[in-house]
T-cell receptor, first 111, second 116 residues
Framework: QKEVEQDPGPLSVPEGAIVSLNCTYS??????FMWYRQYSRKGPELLMY????GNKEDGRFTAQVDKSSKYISLFIRDSQPSDSATYLC???????????FGTGTRLKVLA | NAGVMQNPRHLVRRRGQEARLRCSPM?????VYWYRQLPEEGLKFMVY????????ESGMPKERFSAEFPKEGPSILRIQQVVRGDSAAYFC??????????????FGEGSRLTVL
């Protein structure tokens, strides 16, 4: 079993839709949770990070962490074609510097 | 402030040759990570370095791979006697000390190694 599981997609949605991206994990020691966006042939860029459980909102993006279920989500409201990219979740244990990434979910927002 | 610079962006090597990938972190960042990405796979941790020190190399194969981050100059990922299975995109990321815990890594655009 992988430490971090993420559906590879592709996920296709119409412009303006609400997108839900998810990851599950097995290591209950994970405390820091990140979402990165990666455009084709580019490096990942950090979108959001959260510590422990709860929600965090930044513009059209909302990150949720449910540690009891070992499940994290990224919601994108009013999705745009420019949001078309691969979204990677990442997580780490407190006090360590090794970040474990999911395989990424490919998102296509259709105009 | 320039971003993380990686070079070369593309590198072609024949089996048995050496590959050297360079990474200049963002200014003021003393923490460097190397990740490998295979097609349709996520980023696999290889090594984490601070200036002149290897902190964690648990993700790096014991043979043929080495990494350094000298006091002066870029971080280098070196792959000796490359094999076809080494073909991948290699990403470098850097972080300032106060962002390492929160996972705020700044990635370069990657070096794509093709082994013929």
């Amino acid at each position: 079993q992988k430490e971090v599981e993420q559906d590879p997609g592709p996920l296709s949605v119409p412009e303006g839709a609400i997108v839900s991206l998810n990851c599950t994990y097995s290591n209950s020691a994970f405390q820091y949770f990140m979402w990165y966006r990666q455009y084709s042939r580019k490096g990942p860029e950090l979108l959001m990070y959260t510590y422990s459980s709860g929600n965090k909102e930044d513009g059209r993006f909302t990150a949720q962490v449910d540690k009891s279920s070992k499940y994290i989500s990224l919601f994108i409201r009013d999705s745009q074609p420019s949001d078309s990219a691969t979204y990677l979740c990442a997580m780490s244990e407190a006090g360590t510097y090794k970040y474990i990434f999911g395989t990424g979910t490919r998102l296509k927002v259709l105009a | 402030n320039a971003g993380v610079m990686q070079n070369p962006r593309h590198l072609v090597r024949r089996r048995g040759q050496e590959a050297r990938l360079r990474c200049s972190p963002m200014k003021g960042h003393s923490h460097v990570y190397w990740y490998r990405q295979l097609p349709e796979e996520g980023l696999k941790f290889m090594v984490y370095l601070q200036k002149e020190n290897i902190i964690d190399e648990s993700g790096m194969p014991k043979e043929r791979f080495s990494a350094e981050f000298p006091k002066e100059g870029p971080s280098i990922l070196r792959i000796q006697q490359v094999v076809r299975g080494d073909s991948a995109a290699y990403f470098c990321a850097s972080s300032p000390t106060d962002r390492v815990i929160t996972g705020e890594l700044f990635f370069g655009e990657g070096s794509r190694l093709t082994v013929l």
